[in-house]
């Protein structure tokens, strides 16, 4: 069972927003780039090396390969200002055990949203248990 909350498809996009305009020449200078929040608290690093991973990872053809016994469901907000909420469809067009909910007026972290998404994991997550 996958559970996908607000997940991006499209790897190859937001990396600019997230890392900033000179993000590959400090990657390669530093080695790697600090992301923090608006406090200036580390959330992750990332490396030259898991950079290229996620340019290198091809969400199609690793869509197709899930297993048809796997139960993969994405909530998506259909505000979400990070990842457009057309990633959760593409994810939906590839997976054939693929449930969608998409939470209208949702952002990305879900802010005035928070019971539906509860309510729409757990419901899913259960459903699954009586099968």
């Not at 796997?70 to 259909?78: A, E, I, L, P």
């Amino acid at each position: 069972m996958v559970v996908n909350l607000s997940g991006r498809f499209y790897l190859e996009k937001g990396i600019e927003e997230r890392l900033g305009k000179e993000f590959l020449d400090r990657i390669n200078k530093e080695g790697y780039i600090d992301v923090t929040n608006k406090s200036g608290n580390v959330l992750y690093t990332v490396t030259k090396e898991s950079l290229m991973e996620r340019l290198n990872t091809d969400m199609h053809a690793t869509s197709l390969s899930i297993s048809k016994e796997c139960s993969f469901f994405t909530v998506h907000g259909s505000a979400d200002e990070i990842i457009p909420v057309e990633d959760a469809y593409e994810f939906a067009k590839h997976i054939p055990t693929h449930k969608l909910c998409v939470v209208e007026g949702a952002d990305h972290c879900y802010t005035r949203h928070r019971k539906e998404l509860s309510d729409a994991v757990v419901g899913f997550i259960t459903s699954k248990k009586r099968l």
